[in-house]
């Protein structure tokens, strides 16, 4: 007989045809179609990871509109639109294995679809936890493999323009927020995010002074990667990377009152 956990997920998998096209976007628009389908998909499933992929879609899809306008922001629109897809399809590389019950590759990522507790944290929680592994762990290393892929690595001019483009998605991550909280109140009832939103102003600048400063931490770990000359650096960076990111993670898995001390650790 199936416990309720095991019940929640056979809900989830059998909602989300996980071999479709839909979970290897190339671009910002793919991406944005699967965090929709995704997060339509575990919200009739009563699946609490639902909150994280139903916010990432508000944030691609800014991304997708502003790369589809002709005088848009980005000055490497077919980067940021590569990167936007590169790095959805890695998430849901994550939910794929959570689904299927296989240890995730990362404690990050380990700390964001852990049961124990998870019934008790609100949606915020799960938000943030999700949040976090996707900025502090993969950002970095999925920047890194697009300018690799362009062929950029050792380009500086090149890698300027691309810090600019990532520079810019801080704003439309700031854009973004008030519509994330309203989907979090909405959608998820969450009322954790009812009461941080009556504060306004505060509860925003906090939110941006939390994710600035974990991108600001994803570039200078993205120059690590760059200058690493060896595979023996390169893994160093990595694993640099992952201590971070999953003690932020275990941070994140705490009460509410004790995520005040991200700061410290961002």
């Not at 575990?42 to 997708?64: E, G, K, Q, S, W």
Request: charged content about 25%; hydrophobic content about 45%; some cysteine.
């Amino acid at each position: 007989m199936m416990n309720a956990e095991q019940a929640r997920d056979r809900r989830a998998s059998d909602g989300l045809e996980t071999g479709d096209t839909a979970f290897y976007p190339t671009d910002a628009d793919q991406a944005h179609a699967a965090l929709d389908y995704v997060a339509e998909t575990l919200l009739r499933a009563n699946d609490m990871h639902a909150a994280f992929p139903d916010i990432y879609a508000v944030i691609t899809r800014r991304v997708a509109d502003e790369v589809a306008r002709p005088d848009g922001p980005f000055l490497e629109p077919t980067w940021i639109s590569r990167l936007a897809g590169h790095f959805c399809t890695r998430y849901l590389e994550t939910l794929r294995w959570a689904i299927a019950g296989s240890p995730q590759d990362t404690s990050a990522w380990a700390s964001a679809y852990a049961t124990e507790g998870a019934e008790e944290m609100p949606p915020v929680q799960h938000a943030l936890l999700g949040l976090s592994a996707h900025i502090n762990h993969d950002l970095a290393i999925g920047i890194h493999a697009t300018i690799v892929e362009h062929g950029h690595a050792r380009d500086r001019a090149m890698i300027a323009r691309y810090k600019h483009d990532h520079d810019y998605v801080n704003k439309l991550l700031d854009a973004s927020i008030p519509e994330a909280f309203d989907r979090l109140i909405r959608r998820h009832h969450c009322a954790t995010t009812r009461w941080l939103d009556r504060t306004g102003r505060i509860s925003r600048w906090c939110t941006m002074e939390l994710l600035t400063r974990w991108r600001t931490q994803v570039w200078a770990e993205v120059e690590a990667l760059l200058a690493a000359r060896t595979r023996a650096q390169h893994a160093r960076v990595v694993r640099r990377i992952a201590a971070r990111a999953a003690r932020i993670g275990l941070l994140l898995r705490r009460p509410l009152p004790a995520l005040s001390r991200v700061h410290a650790s961002s």
